[in-house]
């Protein structure tokens, strides 16, 4: 494997002998493949795979953030292209959703794929699909067991149901509840509450109590005790 430039000068050329390492697994590898296929179809992305005409590929949008940097990394079977907009600059920004990866990088790799799968000399496959690793071959997918048998198994709740309804567990609101804080007061209640509507005398007025000791006492100066009452 290597890295080239536009005029076809290595870059970066990579021993696959011995001395080679493996970072993930055949398996875990394919299955992170057929993940970023959902980018390309109902991602970030959408729509890609099928504007191209290709099989199998997979992608990823990135964008950091304050929208200084937007990624399209785009690969399939043969051939993976990455392309990045932005400034070396952090300071300057992309200030709207044209500077999502989505927007702005993706177009560009898609026009580049476009030619590349234009020329014919290149020998990229628009059918090309990834290897499945050995090890899958005989795995049955949750998805595909539905087509090998007749009748769905039991659900999580066994064979036997019972005969009840589902709608037997529903809530049931009581139209004739009334809550507390509707309820109109009860009698005892209304006793008990205070009267606010009563109002104290006025400073300066003279207490009712001097007023009438002093008219009292008044009328048994005059009259003596006998008119008193």
């Known amino acids: 494997s290597r890295i080239e430039d536009r005029n076809g000068n290595v870059i970066k050329r990579f021993d696959n002998g011995s001395n080679r390492k493996e970072a993930i697994s055949e398996v875990t590898a394919y299955r992170m493949c057929r993940m970023m296929q959902g980018t390309v179809d109902i991602g970030t992305a959408a729509g890609l795979r099928a504007r191209l005409g290709i099989a199998e590929m997979g992608g990823k949008t990135g964008t950091t953030n304050d929208n200084t940097d937007g990624w399209f990394m785009g690969y399939t079977p043969q051939l993976l292209g990455g392309v990045w907009i932005g400034c070396d600059d952090q300071f300057i920004r992309l200030e709207n959703n044209l500077g999502y990866g989505g927007q702005a990088a993706r177009p560009i790799w898609e026009y580049f794929f476009k030619k590349v799968l234009a020329d014919k000399a290149l020998g990229i496959d628009k059918d090309a699909k990834f290897s499945v690793p050995a090890e899958m071959q005989n795995e049955i997918n949750s998805a595909d067991i539905m ?25 049931q609101p009581n139209k004739e509840y009334i809550p507390p804080e509707s309820q109109p007061p009860v009698e005892e209640n209304k006793k008990q509450k205070r009267d606010t509507t009563s109002v104290g005398p006025k400073i300066g007025d003279r207490n009712p109590d001097d007023t009438q000791k002093k008219k009292k006492g008044f009328l048994r100066r005059l009259f003596g005790k006998k008119n008193d009452e």
């Open 147 to 171: 087509e090998m048998i007749d009748t769905l198994p039991p659900g999580a709740q066994g064979e036997d149901e019972g005969v009840g309804h589902p709608n037997d567990f529903l809530y």
